[in-house]
T-cell receptor
Framework: SQTIHQWPATLVQPVGSPLSLECTVE??????LYWYRQAAGRGLQLLFYSIGIDQISSEVPQNLSASRPQDRQFILSSKKLLLSDSGFYLC??????????????FGAGSRLTVL | AQTVTQSQPEMSVQEAETVTLSCTYDTSESNYYLFWYKQPPSRQMILVIR??????QNATENRFSVNFQKAAKSFSLKISDSQLGDTAMYFCAFVSYNQGGKLIFGQGTELSVKP
């Protein structure tokens, strides 16, 4: 069966420090991968999505970046965190082809607090 | 641009009763999917139910059912025989058929089931 792992679960970082959140998927190959952010417990905003290694699209301008060094690994990074980067970050995956690509399975999330 | 609106920030229901959560969306697309996701206090996003726009029959999953009104662009969730474990934030989400995985979420409805 497929599983998705996301870490760390909780992170407290000072403003200006770097960030690295990791997400890995097991039990499937060539998944679509996504990073969403949830602010203040409300709606989710898509940040990045990837349909393959080195194929990453950004949805919103920000000081965050994403990388996919391996087929089932997705990393969210920042060189210098801002206060506004605080939030709950969710990784998700879906099967590679439509219509399955529309059904997302989410990781447990990472809570980031920037002080 | 596509939007999803949940007009009820908070709702409560007595255990064993029925509750309906509202969702409306705006799109010019004709082929799309609609979802309800549940986010309990653990913050794990869990798929509750999905509806494909070309299907006229309303989706059901055990105690959960939807009322899909395509012309009105309405997609409400009915929870029957509410249980304490249904306490969670519920998100309505939309994705057009050719935008695999790039879901657009509403702002959520926080549901409390009271004993």
């Amino acid at each position: 069966s497929q599983t998705i792992h996301q870490w760390p679960a909780t992170l407290v970082q000072p403003v200006g420090s770097p960030l690295s959140l990791e997400c890995t998927v097991e039990g499937t190959s060539n998944p679509n991968l996504y990073w969403y952010r949830q602010a203040a417990g409300r709606g989710l905003q898509l940040l990045f999505y990837s349909i393959g290694i080195d194929q990453i699209s950004s949805e919103v301008p920000q000081n965050l970046s994403a990388s996919r060094p391996q087929d089932r690994q997705f990393i969210l990074s920042s060189k210098k965190l801002l206060l506004s980067d605080s939030g709950f970050y969710l990784c998700a995956w879906s099967v590679g082809q439509l219509p399955g690509a529309n059904v997302l399975t989410f990781g447990a999330g990472s809570r980031l607090t920037v002080l | 641009a596509q939007t999803v609106t949940q007009s009820q920030p908070e709702m409560s229901v007595q255990e064993a009763e029925t509750v309906t959560l509202s969702c409306t969306y705006d799109t010019s697309e004709s082929n799309y999917y609609l979802f309800w996701y549940k986010q309990p206090p653990s913050r794990q996003m869990i798929l509750v139910i999905r509806q494909e726009a070309y299907k006229q029959q309303n989706a059901t999953e055990n105690r959960f059912s939807v009322n899909f009104q395509k012309a009105a662009k309405s997609f409400s969730l009915k929870i029957s025989d509410s249980q304490l474990g249904d306490t969670a934030m519920y998100f309505c989400a939309f994705v057009s058929y050719n935008q695999g995985g790039k879901l657009i979420f509403g702002q959520g409805t926080e549901l409390s089931v009271k004993p």
